[in-house]
Nanobody, 120 residues
Framework: VQLQASGGGLVQAGGSLTLSCAAS????????MGWFRQAPGKEREFVAA????????SYADSAKGRFTISRDNAKNTVYLQMNSLKPEDSAVYYC??????????????WGQGTLVTVSS
């Protein structure tokens, strides 16, 4: 499975962005999907995840109430809607796909990342 993340850009604090992760070479319906981010000088951190069916979601505390992960299995695409963005949300955002159990944090495939910059 190849993952292509897009939708990043420059936005002012308080603004919104929607990231997309499109898959090729496989069907995403068989994978749990996650979004992670990595800011300069920091380790990659978990942002959000969605189960294969979309029936379960999980968010980092920093994302709760502001970010929404969703998926459209028919379009083989996963989304991350980000609202009320803060400068500390600035990072490269990566999508990931995993066949591993829902409650584990491991993923099998990673996209190339899309840069989000939030100005104050």
């Amino acid at each position: 499975v190849q993952l292509q993340a897009s939708g990043g850009g420059l936005v002012q604090a308080g603004g919104s962005l929607t990231l997309s992760c499109a898959a090729s070479g496989g069907t995403l319906s068989g994978y749990k999907m996650g979004w992670f981010r990595q800011a300069p000088g920091k380790e990659r951190e978990f942002v959000a995840a969605i189960s294969r069916s979309g029936g379960s979601t999980s968010y980092a505390d920093s994302a709760k109430g502001r970010f929404t992960i969703s998926r459209d299995n028919a379009k083989n695409t996963v989304y991350l809607q980000m609202n009320s963005l803060k400068p500390e949300d600035s990072a490269v955002y990566y999508c990931a796909a995993g066949r591993t159990p829902w409650l584990t944090v491991s993923y099998d495939y990673w996209g190339q990342g899309t840069l989000v910059t939030v100005s104050s």
